[in-house]
Every structure is written in structure tokens, then in C-alpha cells.
């Protein structure tokens, strides 16, 4: 899984001008995407942040081809763009780049069957945890306690676990990712396109605006989301589940930094108790427990 | 060359042909009733080896229109069907295709929207297309069906038009009701429609963005080309029609089929398959000495301004038959027609059949002749909706204050 970041493209991707906001996770990701994919890559993008960043007509601040689509349709849109390119020997890779609502939400049903089907496309959920670009309402990967503009005294539902949900489809190829760890998403990215079938990576991307952060520290709230445990990096090939670093050493919970340093960091957090910072640790617990799980069930632990 | 044939077959398996005709590379349809049999022959197809084309069994309408749409913008022919429900279920993404100027042909199997469930005919569905940009256009019958959907291919992909085209077909009372149909060879297809033309390909290497954001004044003026392209297909469609004929023998020139018109006095106005009973009844009507011509609408979008000036402007009344109604208003066709005809005429609206309620060339009789009548005894009229239902006249809002004994 080594990366030399040396050898990757130098052309990019992401050009001056685009339209993020300081500190946006999504430019950086889909600079770390280009680095990874290069010229090969065509990327669908339903309604979300990406619409937008890309710039305004006539201009275009991304490097690829972008199809921009109504929000519930990436995955099926990518289905028909593939086949199409397939039939015509046209060496691709088609991508979809989109945000926890298009992916989690409105767009789960399409994203659902385009893995049943398995469809040769890797499937990206740039995961900011809530709809920031309508302005930070609450998505079904918001986690337990935020505020958003539609939780105003926090989110009472836990993360819904997507990733896990998709491996159930058993597809070839699932991961979790962080743009705090550039070489990971880079390096799964590159494993993706080379394994036919439909793969799937979910991009933890923290957002400085709808989290309520200096802009500034976006890799390092990123990095500490991990280090605390909070998101855990690993990926499952074939099915069968395997821990990557950082997160690997971070089954021992005494090795995790403690999740308050992860909060403390976030405007959205601000108003928790210390049974809702509980209920965050409880629900860390309970993702580990599924992992440790799994991993015993296969002989690795 | 081989010999065009001649097969019993339902309208949907007319549809399904003309797509393998038209060598379709991707379909990616869901099933709905009365649409099933279109996606069941096509699969059927393939699997025998007789279509070289790749099913997308997609899981939803608006999925299915998403992926006919990317398989499309990915340089490939690509088709999908739908009745109703899963037409409206795929609203937006009849917009997004239109707007992309990407050629896409859809077959719309005319069924009513609920609740209650109805599965039988009405044209609520295909008429809610009008406003998307999307081609539209209905078959009286199933040779129609066939001839019209593999002209589409043409129409669509002429770089005057680059705009999707619906071909709309009575559910069950073509759908699922079989009829002679002539299938042609393929080297005269092959000759008849070229390889496809697209504006543009997303494929890599090349950096585009397809529907991104854009100032207002280039939205508008793309909206303004896509009106100037639905003039232009006004003249695709007559040129394509005549070509047709020489290839096939059957000509589509006119967007307007007039029966019997010239020397009629009154027009019986409408579109689909109940027109053919229209027909009939204009015929018995004359046996009674009223001089009646029938206007089928052959194509609904680009609107036949023209034509149907030219066939009815002149004429005392015009009778329109709807098989649907802008609830709060009259029927969609009767609105149109009334537009284009400046109200000239007299117009009576005549919404019935509505969710299948069965109309027969008696029961279109029955309500021309009270038409008819209405206009000699009070002279010109306008009626917007004059309901039919079951044999009886019930006039309805916005011409509910209209005395008609």
C-alpha cells in the first residue's frame, strides 16, 4: 500500500480560482483524487459542495471531466456512463464524488443497487457529516451531538454506519479514509482502480464552516478524528476486514488520545454535557467492539 | 437485402423492436404495468442474441432515466420506457437530459396517475412532459409506435434539434392489443438512420463539466436555444417523415394528421389511439350531413403551430377530445389548441375517457353532435370543459355557467 507522493502526477487538479471555502476538505480530497487516478478519471457529481467548488461557468477550477447530476442519480448515472465507455473500449474510470446526503440519504437507494449490480465504478462519499451547502442541516451521518441548523440542541441519533452497511452488499472493495492522511486515500484509491466490480470509499472530510473550526486546522482535526478513535481507518478486500495505520496500533484503547481533545477543537460540539461526551464515547466503544469482532471471527485478533 | 415482414404482434413489442432496429446499446428501464412487456422483449432479445445491447436492471424510474442518460452522454444509443407513476418518479431527470442536449428516446406507455391505482389509459402522464423539452409525440396505432420511435433516433440526434424525444402509446389499447406491423430489414435501417451524433462525449482526458453552475443570463439564453432547436425540429421532423416514406413506404411528413378535413366544417381535435374512433365517428356524423373532420396531433412538443392553423383556423367549431385536464382548468390539449387557434373558431372542450373509461366512436358522436348543435343554436361558443362521462354532458368549471339545453 506504500505511496511515494514523488512519483505521483505533478498536474493539477485543482486549479486557483475555485469557489471552497478556506480550509475545504472537498479541494483537498479531490486534489489527493487527480494525484491518485490522473487523466483516466471521469467523475459524476450529484447536488452537494463539489457543484460548487468547481466553479462558475465558464470557468472550471477541476482538472477532469466532470457530470454534474441531480442529487438521488450519481450512482445510476455512473452505471450508464461506464457501460457506455466500456462498450466503447474507452480506457476510464468512472468515479463518483459525493457528500453524505447525496450518499447516505437521497442517494442511498441508487448507490444500493449500483452495488448489488456491481458495477464497475468506485463510489467516493466525501463525508462532511451534514448538509453544508444548503447551510449545515442534519444528514444521516451527522454524529450523536452536533448541532447543525436543523439540530439546534444537538443531533439524538448516532451515525448511521454506512460503510458497514455497503460491505454488506459484498462487494470487492470497501474502505474508510481521512483527507488528515493524504497517502491512505491516495493509496486505496489506486488499489480501487485496479479491482473490477464496484468499489467504495468513504472520505472523512471535516468541514471547517458547518463544524465550527479555525480553517486553518482542518488535517488536524482530520488527524485527531483517528487518533481518538473517533474514525476508524480500514478497508475490506473481498470481505475481509483488515485495520490500516494509524488506526491499526488504536485497537488498544489505551493508545487513543482522549476523544475531548477531538471535540473541544469543534464549535458544533460546544454545548454537550458531559452525558452526551458519554454517550460519543459509548458509541466509540461500540464501532471498535464491531471491529474487534470481526476481526476475531476471522483469526486475525 | 432482405424483405421488410409482416407480424402480428402487441404495441410494446413494436417499441422493443424498433429499439433493436435502431441498434440500442444500452437500455436501463424499470418495470411498471402497462410498460413491462417493452423491457421484458428487450431482455428476451438480448438473451437470444438477436440485440447486441447491454440491460441496466435498474432500481428505480429515476434511476433508469439516470443511467439511460450516462450510458447517452458516454457516446452510446440509449433507450428506456415508462408509464405514469414512473414518468413523474423521473421528473427531474427528464429536465436534467433535456437541458444536457443529450439524445435520449423514451417510449411512454399512456397510463393514469393515482391514487386510486389505475392501470388503464389516460394521457395525464405524457402531457406533464410538455414543459421539459423533451420531444413528444403519440402513435394512433402500433405500426405508429414502431415507425415513429425509430424515426426519434433520427430526429433526437440531428445536430438541429440535440434534444430527448418521448414516443407516447395508449396503454393496453396499444400497449397490450395486438396488430399487423411491418419490421423492416436491417441494411434499409442502417441506411435510413446514420451512427450516432452527440453534441459532446464525457470520456477522459479532456477536462468538461457537463451542468455546472452558470450566470442567470447564459441559463436563459440556453432555454432560448433550446426553444430555437424545437423550431428547427419542426422542419427535422417533416424532412425525416418524407425520408421515411422513401425508405419505408409510410410517410410522416405532416405532424398533424387531417382526416377529412378541407371541405369540414367542424373538427373533432385530440391525439392517440382513440383518434382512429374519432374517424369513424366523423364518417357517421357525415352520414347525418354534418361536415366533420378529424386533426389528429401527431406530435405535442414541437407544438404544430402551424398546421393546425392551417387546418382548423378557418373552421366553425373545433371539438377537442382530452384524455386528461389541468384540474382547476380544462384539458391541456384544449388549452393549446385554443392558443394556437386564437379561439377563432368555436371550442368546446371535451374532457372523457379519463383513467380508461371506455369511449367508443358512438360515445364521440354522441358528444360532437351536441357540439355541433350547441354552436348552431347559440353561434360561436367557447366551452372549456364540457365533460363526458358515461353517455352524459356535465359541464364543468371553467364553463360550468354555460346553459347547454
Not at chain 1, 443531533?155 to 491512505?184: E, N
Request: with cysteine.
Amino acid at each position: 500500500m506504500a505511496v511515494n507522493i514523488k512519483k505521483l502526477p505533478k498536474k493539477p487538479y485543482v486549479m486557483p480560482g475555485h469557489a471552497a471555502c478556506p480550509g475545504c476538505p472537498e479541494s483537498m480530497g479531490f486534489k489527493y483524487l487527480g494525484m491518485a487516478l490522473g487523466d483516466k478519471a471521469v467523475v459524476v457529481i450529484p447536488a452537494g459542495c463539489s457543484s460548487v467548488i468547481q466553479g462558475l461557468w465558464p470557468r472550471q477550477g477541476f482538472g477532469l471531466p466532470i457530470l454534474n447530476i441531480v442529487f438521488a442519480a450519481a450512482a445510476s448515472t455512473a452505471s450508464g456512463l461506464a457501460r457506455a465507455l466500456k462498450r466503447r473500449g474507452v480506457d476510464a474510470q468512472v468515479v463518483v464524488w459525493a457528500g453524505d446526503g447525496g450518499t447516505a440519504d437521497i442517494g442511498f437507494q441508487a448507490l444500493s443497487a449500483a452495488a448489488e449490480r456491481g458495477e464497475d465504478i468506485i463510489y467516493i462519499c466525501v463525508d462532511n457529516e451534514a448538509y453544508m451547502n444548503t447551510g449545515i442541516q442534519r444528514s444521516g451521518l451527522t454524529p450523536y451531538g452536533a448541532w447543525t441548523t436543523t439540530t439546534h440542541t444537538g443531533k439524538r441519533q448516532f451515525k448511521k454506519p454506512l460503510p458497514q452497511i455497503v460491505a454488506a452488499h459484498r462487494v470487492p472493495y470497501v474502505a474508510t479514509t481521512s483527507v488528515g492522511y493524504p497517502w491512505d486515500f491516495i493509496a486505496k484509491l489506486k488499489k480501487a482502480a485496479s479491482i473490477r466490480g464496484f468499489k467504495y470509499i468513504h472520505l472523512h472530510a471535516p468541514c471547517p464552516v458547518g463544524w465550527r473550526f479555525d480553517p486553518s486546522l482542518t488535517a488536524k482535526i482530520a488527524q485527531l478524528a483517528v487518533e481518538t478513535g473517533a474514525w476508524i481507518l480500514y478497508e475490506y478486500e473481498n470481505g475481509k476486514l483488515r485495520l490500516n495505520p494509524p488506526s491499526n496500533r488504536l485497537i488498544d484503547p489505551e493508545k487513543r488520545k482522549p476523544v475531548e481533545e477531538y471535540l473541544k477543537l469543534q464549535g458544533r460540539f460546544r454545548h454537550l454535557k458531559p452525558e452526551d461526551v458519554e454517550m460519543i464515547k459509548k458509541e466509540i466503544e461500540t464501532n471498535w467492539e464491531e471491529i474487534t469482532r470481526a476481526l476475531k471471527i476471522q483469526g486475525d485478533l | 437485402m432482405g424483405m421488410p415482414k409482416l407480424l402480428a404482434m402487441r404495441g410494446n413489442e413494436a417499441v422493443a423492436y424498433a429499439a433493436k432496429y435502431a441498434r440500442v446499446e444500452v437500455v436501463a428501464a424499470y418495470p411498471i404495468t402497462p410498460q413491462t412487456i417493452i423491457v421484458e422483449k428487450i431482455d428476451e432479445l438480448i438473451s437470444k442474441g438477436e440485440m447486441d445491447a447491454e440491460m441496466i436492471h435498474v432500481e428505480s424510474e429515476h434511476s433508469a432515466l439516470a443511467a439511460t442518460y450516462g450510458a447517452a452522454i458516454g457516446g452510446v444509443r440509449a433507450f428506456t420506457a415508462t408509464s405514469s407513476h414512473g414518468l413523474m418518479y423521473m421528473y427531474e431527470v427528464l429536465w436534467w437530459t433535456a437541458g444536457s442536449r443529450i439524445p435520449v428516446v423514451m417510449a411512454v406507455v399512456t397510463r393514469a396517475m393515482g391514487p386510486p391505482w389505475n392501470i388503464h389509459v389516460s394521457h395525464e402522464d405524457i402531457l406533464a412532459t410538455r414543459d421539459t423539452g423533451w420531444l413528444v409525440s403519440m402513435a394512433e396505432n402500433n405500426q405508429e409506435a414502431f415507425d415513429l420511435t425509430l424515426q426519434m433516433f433520427r430526429i433526437t440526434e440531428d445536430p438541429r434539434v440535440y434534444l430527448p424525444g418521448i414516443v407516447g402509446l395508449d396503454g393496453f389499447i396499444l400497449s397490450h392489443t395486438v396488430e399487423p406491423v411491418e419490421l423492416p430489414d436491417q441494411e434499409t435501417v442502417d441506411e435510413f438512420l446514420p451512427p450516432r451524433r452527440q453534441p459532446y462525449v464525457m470520456e477522459p482526458g479532456e477536462p468538461k463539466a457537463m451542468g455546472n453552475l452558470v450566470p442567470d443570463e447564459y441559463f436563459e439564453e440556453l432555454r432560448m436555444d433550446m426553444q430555437q432547436s424545437m423550431e428547427n425540429a419542426v422542419k427535422v421532423i417533416r424532412e425525416v417523415g418524407k425520408e421515411y416514406a422513401k425508405y419505408f413506404g409510410r410517410d410522416y411528413s405532416d405532424l398533424v394528421e387531417c382526416y377529412k378535413c378541407s371541405d369540414a366544417d367542424y373538427i373533432v381535435a385530440g391525439t392517440g389511439s382513440w383518434m382512429g374512433d374519432a374517424k369513424i365517428a366523423a364518417d357517421k356524423l357525415r352520414e347525418k350531413g354534418y361536415r366533420v373532420g378529424v386533426m389528429r396531433l401527431r406530435w405535442i412538443r414541437p407544438f404544430p403551430w402551424s398546421d393546425v392553423r392551417e387546418a382548423a383556423m378557418s373552421k366553425r367549431a373545433v371539438i377537442v377530445m382530452d384524455r386528461s385536464l389541468s384540474t382547476g382548468h380544462a384539458g391541456p390539449l384544449f388549452l393549446e389548441l385554443s392558443s394556437a387557434l386564437e379561439a377563432k373558431p368555436s371550442m368546446i372542450g371535451v374532457p372523457a375517457g379519463i383513467g380508461g373509461v371506455d369511449i367508443s366512436y358512438e360515445d364521440i358522436e354522441r358528444f360532437t353532435e351536441k357540439a355541433i348543435q350547441l354552436v348552431e343554436e347559440h353561434g360561436r361558443v367557447y366551452i372549456p370543459a364540457m365533460w363526458y362521462h358515461l353517455g352524459k354532458i356535465f359541464p364543468t368549471y371553467p364553463s360550468s355557467h354555460v346553459k347547454l339545453d
